[in-house]
Every structure is written in C-alpha cells, then in structure tokens.
C-alpha cells in the first residue's frame, strides 16, 4: 500500500465551482500533515498544514480523519489561478515529508 | 521575502560523470533537505542534514550521493557516477527547525545523457 495515495484526477472545474480533493495515508503514527501546491515545473509551496480541529484559510478548507486516516482540501469559489497539481504531505516524528503523487486541477472560464 | 535558492537551474551531463548541485537555504535556517521527482512521479525524499551531519536519508541516498555545507551559506549534493535514472529534478529546502515548515527552492533539472 503507498504511503500517502491520492486521486491523479485530473479535476476538470468551472470558475466559481467547489472542489474537494481527497488523501489517504497508510501510517497511523503520522504526525503533521500538509497541502502543497505545484505548479507545472516548479517547486512545491506550502499552501496549508492540516490541524485536528479542522482550518480554514481564506476559500480553502482542510480537515484531518485520523481514525480514517484521511486528508481532505476544499477549494471554494474556484479561481483560474487555482489550477495546480495537489500536494497531500504528511511526516511521522522525522525530518522527512513524505508526498503522494499529487491531483491535478484545472478551471476553465 | 527570504527564499531558498538554487543553481544550476538546468544541468546536463553524460553517464558517469559527477555534477555538483548547489543550493543556498534561508539564511537563518538549520535544517536542509534534497528531495527529487523524477518526472511525471511523486516528490521523493533523498537526505536531510542538521549541525554539519546527516540526520536521516533515504534507500535512495546510496554510495553515489553525498551532501555538505562548505561554508556558512551553501548546501551542496553532488553525485559522484550519474546514471540515466539520476535524470529527475532535484529540489533543495529547508526550516528554521524540525517542526516548522519546509521551503522549496525552484529546483535544478538534471538531465543525464
């Protein structure tokens, strides 16, 4: 089973619609979790890390299932600027980020 | 805003030789990191590197790789053999310290021929 598993997508969104992304991890004993951002060829960039209770940053919400172990992200409101590849990171009590493949997403106007 | 920074930004080389990838972390960070993504996959760990030591690497940080810190600014991972499958980006980061967010440079794409 892979570490940290998402959806590929891609997720293909109007402006102004609603999107949730999904990510499962195999290791109970995670500790942090994280939702990075890639643009295409670049480096990842931080857009949220993942609390118990639940945060919300502006139109994007994450939430965290640890008995699930399961990650989501809402994007509300979708922007032409949203359109990215996903990144669902998490980490045990190590230095290491451990990435899952990442889920395309792409709004059209 | 401070960034990490990495050169080259694009390396070409033949199988067999060494390259030198250079990175510069944020200025008051203490821990540095590699990563790679080979294209089309996912972001892999390779090595981290705290208090002049290396504190955790990856299978994939083999006999081939080694980094250091030769002076109070740089962060270097050279890999001593290349092989075709070293072809992949590789992305410097670091965090002021363990706990604390990880931040990517823009990458160098390393193409071995």
């Known amino acids: 089973r892979k570490e940290v598993e998402q959806d590929p997508g891609p997720f293909n969104v109007p402006e102004g619609a609603t999107v949730a992304f999904n990510c499962t991890y195999s290791n109970s004993a995670s500790q942090s979790f994280f939702w990075y951002r890639q643009d295409c060829r670049k480096e990842p960039k931080l857009l949220m890390s993942v609390y118990s209770s639940g945060n919300e940053d502006g139109r ?47 709004v059209f106007p | 805003e401070p960034e990490v920074t990495q050169t080259p930004s694009h390396q070409v080389t033949q199988m067999g030789q060494e390259v030198i990838l250079r990175c510069v972390p944020i200025s008051n960070h203490l821990y540095f990191y590699w990563y790679r993504q080979i294209l089309g996959q996912k972001v892999e760990f390779l090595v981290s590197f705290y208090n002049n030591e290396i504190s955790e690497k990856s299978e994939i940080f083999d006999d081939q790789f080694s980094v250091e810190r030769p002076d109070g600014s740089n962060f270097t991972l050279k890999i001593r053999s290349t092989k075709l499958e070293d072809s992949a980006m590789y992305f410097c980061a670091s965090s002021p310290n363990r706990e604390e967010t990880q931040y990517f440079g823009p990458g160098t794409r390393l193409l071995v021929l």
């Open chain 1, 60 to 106: 994007f919400t994450a939430q965290l299932n640890r008995a699930s172990q399961y990650i989501s992200l809402l994007i509300r409101d979708s922007k032409l600027s949203d359109s990215a590849t996903y990144l669902c990171v998490v980490s045990y009590n190590t230095d290491k980020l451990i990435f899952g493949t990442g889920t395309r997403l792409q």
